[in-house]
């Protein structure tokens, strides 16, 4: 039974997600365990929930290897976790071609394309911290504002009519800690 697996890294994602479960299902996916989870977690349940549904001779089908780990060592692992349980991996967005880990030449070719993606994210987080750095120094970046700080005076307002910290966090959109912050009793 081939077995899908569809992951967006945000919720905002819905397309995304539509577009994999629409794909795995036309690869002939009898089910399809979708979520939408940072792939950096290790608490994935549906994609713990594909896997321990998996039999021997199963195949679990994923659009792309990034939706399932991410970093080559990841793949790797989910990979041999899958052989060890006599199942296989398929995935199906490999610039045309279909890579399937039953067969050992794809997965060569699946490690080794894993290994380009991992080094072109970290190249990708190099620039990326280089530019802030570089705004930084031009006084052009100033980080994300704090959002519970500009609402100090909500709070100590708040606070000082009585009303309780944890009403306060829920008027004002801000967790409970922001408050005691705001108040000045975690400083």
Do not use: W
Request: hydrophobic share 35%; glycine share 8%.
């Amino acid at each position: 039974m081939k077995i899908g697996y569809a992951r967006t890294s945000t919720t905002d994602q819905i397309a995304g997600l539509h577009g994999q479960d629409r794909d795995l299902r036309a690869a002939g996916c009898e089910r399809v365990y979708a979520e939408q989870v940072s792939g950096s977690r290790t608490d994935r349940p549906q994609l713990l929930a594909a896997v321990d549904a998996m039999r021997a001779g199963d195949v679990l089908v994923v659009t792309k290897p990034d939706r399932l780990a991410r970093s080559t060592a990841d793949l790797l692992r989910q990979v041999e976790n899958l052989r060890e349980k006599g199942c296989g991996l398929i995935v199906l967005s490999m610039n045309g071609t279909m890579l399937d880990t039953t067969n050992p030449t794809s997965k060569l070719m699946l490690t080794m394309l894993a290994a380009v993606a991992e080094f072109e994210r970290d190249i990708m987080k190099e620039r990326q911290a280089e530019g802030i750095a570089k705004a930084q120094a031009e006084g052009r970046y100033k980080g994300r504002k704090p959002s519970a700080r500009s609402q100090t005076d909500d709070v100590r307002s708040l606070a000082a009519q009585g009303v309780k910290p944890s009403e306060i966090a829920r008027r004002l959109g801000i967790g409970r800690t922001s408050v005691y912050r705001c108040l000045g009793v975690m400083d």
